[in-house]
């Protein structure tokens, strides 16, 4: 089945500077990444995501690559602010099992 | 537009009891999937229905079940409670022919 590894597990980082995050999939038939923000007490949610035919995307502050040779996919925020402290987690999915394998998630802190 | 729901946030249960949640997705998304996160393993799949019908299932002894309803609303049941079951419940919707997961916010279970 399809093992999705990310780093750092922790990032520490001054408001303002930029942070990127990295996952690893192995299964070459993923199609779909997507990278959701859980805050404290609440569920994940979607920030941003991007497709396998797609070498990159962004949305204000926020980009994502993929580079499907290398089976490898990041995200990068810029100009961070305190309330992008969080924990996000990228994920793989995969058509055949209609299902999201999640990364270990990235604590970010954002210090004012 | 209303998001998610699940029903309760929170549970305490004792060991060896059973326990029962309500997932309602996003009016219109007929796909719903059950995650369970803890600390120490994260975000795993547990199953995902989609029109009354079980698609994939995730690597959890069969103490761990579902069902969806007509009107795309699901529950998870988990029987004999173990202490190891407390978790972090998440149901996630999706349009039929979409990949985006929309999480609610979870059940909190305890197992005392």
């Known amino acids: 089945g399809e093992n999705v590894e990310q780093h750092p597990s922790t990032l520490s980082v001054q408001e303002g500077d930029s942070a990127v995050i990295k996952c690893t999939y192995s299964?070459?038939?993923?199609?779909?990444f997507p990278w959701y923000k859980q805050e404290l007490g609440k569920g994940p949610q979607l920030i941003i995501d991007?497709?396998?035919?797609?070498g990159e995307k962004k949305d204000q502050r926020i980009a994502v690559t993929l580079n499907k040779t290398a089976k490898h996919f990041s995200l990068h925020i810029t100009e961070t602010q305190p309330e992008d402290s969080a924990v996000y987690f990228c994920?793989?999915?995969?058509?055949?099992?209609?299902?999201?394998?999640f990364g270990g998630g990235t604590r970010l802190m954002v210090k004012p | 537009k209303a998001g998610v729901t699940q029903t309760p946030r929170y549970l305490i249960k004792t060991r060896g009891q059973q326990v029962t949640l309500s997932c309602s997705p996003i009016?219109?998304?007929?796909?719903v999937s059950w995650y369970q996160q803890t600390p120490g393993q994260g975000l795993q799949f547990l199953f995902e229905?989609?029109?009354?019908?079980?698609?994939n299932k995730g690597n959890f002894p069969g103490r761990f079940s579902g069902r969806q309803f007509s009107n795309s609303r699901s529950e998870m049941n988990v029987s004999t409670l173990e202490l190891g079951d407390s978790a972090l419940y998440l149901c996630?919707?999706?349009?039929?022919?979409?990949?985006?997961?929309?999480f609610g916010q979870g059940t909190r279970l305890t197992v005392v």
């Open positions: 996630a919707s999706t349009l039929p022919s979409n990949t985006e997961a929309f």
């Open positions: 299964d070459s038939a993923s199609n779909y």
């Open positions: 991007i497709r396998s035919n797609v």
């Open positions: 994920a793989a999915y995969n058509n055949a099992g209609n299902m999201l394998t």
């Open positions: 009016s219109g998304h007929r796909s």
């Open positions: 229905y989609f029109s009354e019908t079980q698609r």
